[in-house]
């Protein structure tokens, strides 16, 4: 099938991300900027931000790799040197590399839909879904339409950790560098949020901070809320409480029942879902203190 | 000044707007077209909705007075024969009758402003502002600007039962008929609200149900929120808890300091409350089980 | 695969969609509410709306058919008798029988994609995707997945006529009800738009009426728009200038290259195209001197 | 009348904004920062965007005067010389200096009462509105109000230029720097535009490219649109076709007849002024090849 022309700019060329952050002091843009621009490297975008009442400071920089001459490992060496002065944490993102991610639902199949389909069209920058997991078995047709593997994990209620326990196993196995709760109507335990070391994304079919937890539509239209939201956020051990990448809200009205605001939301929860997952993969999130810098995509 | 033309039909024409709500059984839309169109009355509009999980009908209908020969007493006493096999709670409101409301605000100048400047203009339908009411003195050059009496009704804190009793005073004595808390930063006691007799709208600075009570900005930006709202409620004993007839958002980012969520958040407060006021002068909002049946402006 | 609940309550119970226009004038609510009630049909749904400019009134009735003994038969002709004395023109719609549409793409497969994904999990009501038929082979295998038949019709850039009678002979043969231009990158001539007797509708990847026809996107971008749109209208001869049936928009910046803006409105067209063919299939579209009532779905 | 905190970050310290652009390549980044940090100014806010497909580079770099030694002078020297070997153009504002500007108005209310509001209460940074000029009387009491000086300017129709003279003259007076029109409803011929040497912006109302010109409330219900908009733009020679500087627009339904469009449309052509404003005065926004840069506001 047709895929589009290169999801972004990043795809398209031999690039890299650095993602760096630091308490805030002068001279940082000078110093990280004259690094790459002695080494000869053309900067293709650079992002900055300031939190000013946590006195912190973000940047995201885009370098072209085929302009200088400089290995990965020299260029990763040479930038640890002018990071450790400014106590600077960063991570650098080779965009060439592919991105393998692992997608988790339960029943519902419409962000699962949408995923598939956007990694498959290329609208996901680099992306290779390793396989979908779920707790029940009907989706297995969506992801066999994709050819992706499936995996049912059911859960045994007398021992959820059975369960969680095959699931991080065969994220390990598929190399998953991105867990994305597409619907999956479990609450990951803290045990597995420890042992799992790559990042989750989860979306939440509510507005958050409003109606955290079970039965968001039911409890939006008891309330009478007059518009509808959708959440992605990185899962912490705090149940809806991890860092929000992405919101979107739809108006609704007393017209609504609460199966008119679950068809609503379907289409609010894709759009903020997909939203979160290509701002993750394309290196433009930065978590701090329990907020993230969401960059903007442009170019 | 220039005033626009007249702010909707409704003030246009000799109408009245009859709400309309009960129980829903069959026949009911025929009964009540009928009783209208067999005194000659010319519907000029009519919506109705029946909230299925609640079993509930409810139905807003215009007619023009000058299409008929009927009194307001005639027109009145026969809709109470029609209405009462039905069970059917229902107001009257004929339109050539001024409405009276009262503000009350603190010292945050733009939805008392917004509101002035409305009324002046006459966006809102033939409404007379008659008068506002501070807890401080500051807003009292705003009111001026408009020539509207100001009153400073300052708060004891040792006996906070005796502002409010001035308060309700002023508000009888001005015949209000409409109380609006323009960003008015005081909790109406349940006291007040048993002894005030006519209905209070208020403008939350949140999206509620999230961030209910003190300090919604700052808590919005502890949480990384990626949109803003606020929201615009009839005043009930419960705090923020009221039925909602309007609420709005809008996009921030992490740029947005507790500062610049504060100043966007003024244009949504301005905006959602003066939507809201609009819809009570027109006779738009009916309220059953804490929920606000909001009917569309249109015309 | 799951299917979602019911699309709408329509789906869910034995109704009829009753669609009204006639010119406005006293009684037609009474007389029409009194027709319904009197064969002791319950009605579930009524919504009404009266074009003053244009002196015009149109009603959407549903009702519920198990409520009533009534053939269909009955019913229309009963209808007919009341029609008739207000010159209305009217249509029934019986929500138990399913509805066929035909899709038209050409190489994009988002809109294809996501009314295929919408149609089978019940997200569009009673709807059955009879074909999809592309000037272009590469969307086969997005059809394939979904057990579609697919028809690749190439153009005859010589006579493109013949291409356009394989289309509708294609439409006949499977009694398509419906078809649905899906990123298809054809303009419909008026010979086609003649013969073809079902209505058609287009998604525009611009805000119309600006950027009507070719390159929506690149022009947007030239003249620095702060938002893009989309626009789903019915086709009619006049290109781009059929009544609009939905539109959406996103904000865009100076960062949002024509690329971008390319990405960004492929999920405005999914959403808007989705929305105004679900209106379209739940019959709450009307239309009148181009312009198109478009009913709130509710429920 | 109480003033909020500062409109900004701008307005609290003592900070001066360069706004920078010039073809693209390699060094500039290293080189302006390295330019601010070598003597000693802290730079409080930096942004950047490269246009790529016309391989421009644009910045916006904001530094605090008071944390380095260097006058006015010395700064804007030394930052020619940095200037010159990459071609940039470029401008330096000291937010400490306030700014005059001036509104053209002529009958309707809404904007001009926005903005005197915002200017009054603290919402504009550092701005002083000079006068208030209009081609008719009405609205000298809003400008009274707020103690600003109002002019009314009458139109001779035999010769349009004899008002355009003597609007510049007074413009010039009263030295202002920025104009707005603010539901201004006449053209400004070529020949003003020639000899006015300050920025003019100005609101459509209307989604440009839609609907340039006259009466586009009338055309978008003639045209059926489902939502309306307006536009903040400079003014330039050619009609409606300056830089959008910002849009926005609400959703409209079938219900909504040219009044209900009118009304819904002042409050966004309110709010996109004011935005359009203050983003012009925080010096956020750089123009070239026709289309607006403009930066986010934040902080």
């Known amino acids: 099938m047709k895929r589009y022309a290169p999801a972004s700019m990043q795809e398209a060329r031999n690039l890299a991300v650095f993602l760096i952050t630091c308490p805030d002091r002068k001279g940082i843009v000078a110093t990280v900027s004259a690094f790459f621009f002695e080494r000869g490297f053309n900067i293709v975008h ?9 006195s912190r400071f973000f940047m ?16 990763l060496d040479g930038f640890s040197g002018v990071a450790k002065p400014f106590s600077i944490q960063w991570s650098a993102h080779f965009c060439a590399d592919p991105q393998r991610i692992g997608i988790l639902a339960t029943r519902e199949p419409h962000c699962l839909h949408d995923l598939l389909s956007r990694a498959d069209t290329g609208d996901l920058p680099n ?36 369960q969680e326990t095959e699931v991080i196993g065969l994220l390990r196995q598929h190399h998953v560098q991105l867990a994305v709760l597409a619907r999956y109507m479990q609450v990951l335990s803290g045990e597995m949020l420890n042992e799992i070391t790559i990042p989750v994304i989860n979306i939440h079919h509510g507005f958050l901070p409003a109606f955290e937890g079970a039965g968001p539509y039911r409890r939006a239209w008891e309330r009478g809320v007059k518009m509808i939201g959708a959440t992605a956020h990185y899962v912490t051990p705090q149940l809806d409480g991890g860092p929000i990448i992405e919101q979107d809200v739809e108006r609704v009205t007393h017209e609504d029942g609460v199966e008119a605001l ?24 930065m978590v701090h203190a329990n907020r993230a810098v969401v960059f903007s995509a442009g170019a």
Do not use: M, W
Not at 135 to 146: K, Q, T
């Open 46 to 54: 650079c992002q900055q931000h300031t939190d000013r009442l946590e």
């Open 60 to 75: 995201r920089i885009i370098i072209d790799l085929d302009s200088a001459p400089c290995s990965r490992r020299e260029l």
């Open 127 to 162: 992306v290779k879904v390793s396989l979908v997991i779920s707790n029940h078995p009907e989706l297995e047709s969506v992801a066999a339409r994709f050819s992706v593997p499936f995996f049912c994990c059911r859960i045994d209620r007398n021992d959820r950790r059975l």
């Open 262 to 285: 679950q068809r609503t939301g379907r289409d609010i929860e894709s759009i903020v879902l997909a939203r979160a997952v290509k701002a993750h993969l394309e290196h433009r999130v």
